[in-house]
T-cell receptor
Framework: EPEVTQTPSHQVTQMGQEVILRCVPISNHLYFYWYRQILGQKVEFLVSFYNNEISEKSEIFDDQFSVERPDGSNFTLKIRSTKLEDSAMYFC????????????FGQGTRLTVV | DAKTTQPPSMDCAEGRAANLPCNHSTISGNEYVYWYRQIHSQGPQYIIHGLKNNETNEMASLIITEDRKSSTLILPHATLRDTAVYYCIVSEYSGGYQKVTFGIGTKLQVIP
């Protein structure tokens, strides 16, 4: 069964460093998303991406965040200068679109900022 | 801006049906009801969705009341692996776009 894959599964970084979280969505899907979940809290929407541009972003997704689909298969989330409060699980998701709306989520990347 | 209300937790005996309720009294005519679950910090997993008719798939059944103000997710024979947080979400159909707005959900504990 096709699945969304995320790498790495766990990333530790120092405060102020840049991190790139990587995702490979399901190959024929058209819509891509990033979510995050701070430990013990709700899963929160960050950003959606369609047709090579951001279609919606939340208040969390400030200038420190960016997304890219560099090569038609990968979908990346970059955090420019990490803060302690960026520590969370980050989930990538995709859905086919065209009437198929169920979203498929990856297993997440646990980001720890020290 | 939660559009749904779910009990925070429920227990279910292994092998029995788990019935998870959800209230969505302000649902509008073009909004669907979706269910997802999250097993212990894994990525959320889609279960089922419906508009007004009852739906069934290999994972679960979804019963939506006639007035669409509430629904019930039924796991017919719960197993220990069904222990998870279950999220009921209402979402407008928008041509395939599916931003999922998660609430607190119901923590289902399946007991041996």
């Amino acid at each position: 069964e096709p699945e969304v894959t995320q790498t790495p599964s766990h990333q530790v970084t120092q405060m102020g460093q840049e991190v790139i979280l990587r995702c490979v969505p399901i190959s024929n899907h058209l819509y891509f998303y990033w979510y995050r979940q701070i430990l013990g809290q709700k899963v929160e929407f960050l950003v959606s991406f369609y047709n090579n541009e951001i279609s919606e972003k939340s208040e969390i997704f400030d200038d420190q965040f960016s997304v890219e689909r560099p090569d038609g298969s990968n979908f990346t989330l970059k955090i420019r200068s990490t803060k302690l409060e960026d520590s969370a699980m980050y989930f990538c998701a995709s859905n086919l679109g065209q009437g198929n709306t169920e979203a498929f989520f990856g297993q997440g990347t646990r980001l720890t900022v020290v | 801006d939660a559009k749904t209300t779910q009990p925070p937790s429920m227990d279910c005996a292994e092998g029995r049906a788990a019935n998870l309720p959800c209230n969505h009294s302000t649902i509008s005519g073009n909004e669907y009801v979706y269910w997802y679950r999250q097993i212990h910090s894994q990525g959320p997993q889609y279960i089922i969705h419906g508009l007004k008719n009852n739906e069934t798939n290999e994972m679960a059944s979804l019963i939506i009341t006639e007035d669409r103000k509430s629904s019930t997710l039924i796991l017919p024979h719960a197993t220990l692996r069904d222990t998870a947080v279950y999220y009921c979400i209402v979402s407008e159909y928008s041509g395939g776009y599916q931003k999922v707005t998660f609430g607190i959900g119901t923590k289902l504990q399946v007991i041996p």
